[in-house]
């Protein structure tokens, strides 16, 4: 249905600009510069939405998504494109030195924390260019592997054009039984960013399925070999 506030309804209800979610079932609640769209999976809710920047290295506004997929709370794999990698290891490493000098202990920030606490996990049968464009973290690499079918690499490194480029902060990720999505949103003015946020929920929607069948929760005390 459209108002005069906006759009709330299915893809088709929305209008044509969002057939990209064709076979997606979900809500789009759309108006100006701004959306959420929202939908289950299996019976667990998820969601995405055009929100204000709650990050430091993101301006402005930031596409958020989480997906409350209830898998196994010990698989933790971050997907993160490595212009922000190397970004946040500039800062902790400019943190640490700066502490070394007033002896104050540093403060880092959750993605900082993250750069060390998990290694980077890589494979042959991912290309040069995908690890060109992005990092991924990984508290075992057995569950990164099994995470990154090739459909959803393909997703990750196929963006509609015009294509978010390299540079465009972006985390995709599985920790503490969910998943979750940040990427910075382009201006209000970008109308030709609505293809791209629209990428953004299939490949949190995609991800999120593929972490169900890989990674059923377990009994609660037991540990995942």
């Not at 055009?50 to 997929?69: F, H, K, N, Q, T």
């Not at 690499?141 to 540079?167: I, K, S, Y």
Request: some cysteine; charged content about 20%.
């Amino acid at each position: 249905m459209r108002s005069s506030a906006g759009i709330r309804g299915n893809t088709a209800q929305a209008g044509p600009e969002w057939a990209g979610l064709e076979g997606v079932a979900c809500t789009v609640e759309a108006g100006e510069g701004t959306f959420c769209v929202s939908g289950e999976l299996g019976g667990h809710p998820w969601r995405v939405e055009r929100a204000p920047a709650s990050r430091d290295y993101l301006v402005g506004e930031e596409l958020r998504g989480r997906a409350e997929i209830a898998i196994n709370g010990h698989v933790t794999v971050v997907i993160m494109n490595r212009a922000l990698k190397e970004m946040l290891e500039k800062r902790a490493y400019s943190l640490y030195t700066d502490t070394l000098e007033t002896q104050a202990s540093p403060v880092l920030t959750e993605e900082m924390r993250w750069l060390a606490l998990y290694p980077e996990a890589g494979w042959d049968s991912l290309s040069d260019a995908f690890f060109h464009r992005y990092a991924i973290l990984a508290e075992r690499r057995a569950d990164a592997m099994a995470w990154l079918t090739p459909e959803l690499v393909e997703l990750l490194m196929g963006w509609p054009e015009p294509a978010p480029d390299n540079t465009v902060p972006f985390i995709l990720m599985l920790m503490r039984g969910k998943a979750h999505l940040r990427m910075q949103a382009l201006p209000h003015a970008a109308v030709a960013d609505l293809p791209a946020q629209i990428h953004a929920v299939r490949l949190l929607v995609n991800a999120s399925g593929v972490a169900v069948a890989a990674f059923p929760d377990v009994a609660p005390g037991s540990v995942k070999k």
